[in-house]
Every structure is written in C-alpha cells, then in structure tokens.
C-alpha cells in the first residue's frame, strides 16, 4: 500500500473531498431551481445540468472510495486513476464553464441592466447563491483532480 495522499482515491480525504463537491453542486441545483425566472437565461439553465453531471460523477466516485475504504482496496492502478483523471478534468471544466457564465449574466442583470431591479420576477440573490454554491463546487473538484494528476504521474 502506498503512502496515503491528501485526496488520493481510496482514502477518507477523497471521500471528504467527493462529499463537498456532491453537497454543493447538489444545493447549486436545489437553489437555482427553486428560484422564479431562471429559464430566462441559457447559462443558468447550463448551470444546472453541468451540476447534474458533477453530482452524479462525485456520488459515483464517492460510492468508489467507500467500497475501497470498506474492503480496504488500493485503488492506484494507472487505467483507473487515468479515467478519474479524465473525468474530473472534463467535469470541472464544464463546471467552471457553467459557474463563469452564470457569473457574467448576473453581473449583466445587477450592474449593467439593472434587470433585477426592474424585474420583480428574477430571483437574483438566489441565482447569486446557487452560483456561489456551484464555484464552490468546483473548488473542491479542481482539488481532487490535481491530487488525482500528480498521484497518477508519480505513478509513471
């Protein structure tokens, strides 16, 4: 068995670290969709499904590590930290993508506009959290997949 990284699949920090990310795009979506008005703009739209995709990756790669941790199994082989690698790398793209949008259009609705003063429908303190929720979200994936990138390097 090998040393035990901060974050390092198989390891209770990943777990941790699998669990924030699952919570937080979980309550993005949870706030962005029991918001009024939030199909007007395509991003936040995209917000909820790039959090879809990060909920269900971080829950499966959660469901993973507790296996591992439950029958106390290594799980540093280079094919599946190579997928791991790929698919943090692919979610949390899609996942700063879709919080930096969402972003841009509330600085468009708050400071350019000022749509959210002259429409009472817009929800705009709860497209605000959702997308606080949701860079949040993809802090705690960018860490898993720079841990998840050097273990599998130093694995080479």
Same mark, same amino acid.
């Given at each position: 068995?090998?040393?035990?990284?901060?974050?390092?699949?198989?390891?209770? #920090?990943?777990?941790?670290?699998?669990?924030?990310?699952?919570?937080?795009? $979980? $309550?993005?979506?949870?706030?962005?969709a #029991?918001?009024?008005?939030?199909?007007?703009?395509?991003?936040?739209?995209? %917000?909820?499904?790039?959090?879809?995709? @990060?909920?269900?990756?971080?829950?499966?790669?959660?469901? %993973?590590?507790?296996?591992?941790?439950?029958?106390?199994?290594?799980?540093?082989?280079?094919? &599946?930290?190579?997928?791991?690698?790929?698919?943090?790398?692919?979610? *949390? !793209?899609?996942?700063? *993508? $879709?919080?930096?949008?969402?972003?841009g259009?509330?600085?468009?609705?708050?400071r350019?506009? @000022?749509?959210?003063?002259? @429409?009472?429908? &817009?929800?705009?303190s709860?497209?605000q !959290?959702? !997308? *606080? &929720?949701?860079?949040?979200?993809?802090?705690?994936?960018?860490?898993?997949?720079?841990?998840?990138?050097?273990?599998? $390097?130093? %694995?080479?």
């Amino acid at each position: 068995m090998m040393k035990p990284w901060f974050g390092a699949p198989g390891f209770t #920090s990943a777990l941790v670290l699998r669990i924030f990310q699952c919570l937080c795009a $979980a $309550a993005s979506i949870a706030v962005m969709a #029991s918001s009024s008005g939030f199909s007007t703009a395509t991003s936040f739209c995209y %917000l909820i499904a790039a959090m879809g995709l @990060e909920v269900l990756w971080s829950l499966g790669l959660a469901c %993973l590590d507790i296996h591992a941790l439950w029958v106390k199994k290594d799980l540093h082989s280079q094919i &599946l930290l190579s997928l791991v690698v790929v698919g943090d790398w692919v979610t *949390a !793209i899609l996942a700063l *993508a $879709a919080s930096s949008s969402s972003a841009g259009v509330m600085i468009l609705f708050v400071r350019d506009s @000022e749509l959210c003063n002259s @429409e009472p429908i &817009l929800s705009c303190s709860m497209y605000q !959290i959702s !997308i *606080a &929720l949701a860079f949040g979200a993809w802090f705690w994936l960018a860490i898993s997949s720079h841990t998840v990138l050097w273990l599998l $390097a130093s %694995l080479s």
